[in-house]
């Protein structure tokens, strides 16, 4: 019998009805037609990755259409229009004014950078060296080259940061920085490490990346300053302008391999093979060097921040470096061949990633969890919230208990 100003407990609900109770999102995916989860699986994240698998299949089986002097007029629509086009929506999208707050990673950065443009050209050029000596395709090596001079991801790496646990401020700013300088750094290395190799002189290089790159990402910025009022339209639409910005990359690999292939593809299958079995170890090796090197305790680096340093410093851009080799070395006809390493390494170092998430996770928030332990509430003495806890049902005094945060490094956990 229940007495007056008794309430009776109503019954937690069972797991597995809990279970089984799906939120909106989930119902109304699981509603939709077999036709809308394919075109947005299509159309979603792994847009890029199938359509230049489609891209190069098209290519292969009808280089016609995309040839130099072809009824697509790459010369015209792929080295000027699309080009231009990607770089002035970078130099658009890019916050300059957003470059100061990177003082304050400043060793970051420094690491960052110096990881980026010293120590992995250093080591592919010495590679390269090597392979020179064998018959492995010339091409292929140079493109190895290419791939190694890049800077790293514009989005992939703070993706991968954030998920991992890392310090996703500062991989923004690196970002940012790293790929401003790589405008300018990427040509220079180039020119350092392959130019004297090169059918095109320096003065017609160092021209053509002027007017295809830093006048676009020059008038984008102008663009900015000039029109204060399309900022919030840039952001609203950011991923619109990211979307138009993949599909004049896979234009432009499109007519690149349309050429390579009319001309013929001077490289065996089994030296892609082998190119496989040289970038995969390639990458993890720079992983383990930029882990190790960045637990350093000269460094001073947060765990989340040596998550952040191992996203940052070891991977490339395909963003960037499609367009430069498009830009360099379109009279080559091996410039399709130029650009495979990247189009290996480029989808090899986010499935490598998303494998490391959940170790990277727990390493970079093993202090926050450390810490809690150490924090434990006195067993003999009263708690002065236990009558109010008693006023709330379980579920509730559960949650009050989730309020509290631990700051870890720069995020907060």
Known sequence: MITHGETKALPPLSTEKQNNEK???QASEDSKPCYAKVFD????KRFFLYFLVISIAVAAAYPEAGRRRGPLKPRITVSWVAVILIFYITGLKLKTHELKNAAAYWKLNVYVICFTYILIPSTVYVLSLILRETSFNSSIIDGMIVMSCLPTTISMCVILTKTGGGNEAAAVFNATVSNFLGIFLTPALLLLLLGQSGSVSMVDIIVKLVVRVVVPVVGGQVTRFVLPGLKPWISRHGKGLKRFSEILLLFIVYATFCQTFYVGVDAKPEEFAILLCILIPLHLAYLALCFTTARFKCLGYARPDIVTVLFCS??????LGIPLITAIYEE????????????IYHPMQLVVGSLLINRLYEFATQDSIESSDDVEAPQDKPHTHNKENKELGPEESRNTNRGSTVSVG???V
């Open 23 to 25: 939120s909106p999102v």
């Open 41 to 44: 699986e299509f159309w979603g």
């Open 314 to 319: 070891t991977q490339k851009t395909v963003a």
């Open 332 to 343: 080559s006809e091996q410039a399709g061949i130029l650009s495979v390493p990247l189009l």
């Open 410 to 412: 720069h995020i907060t």
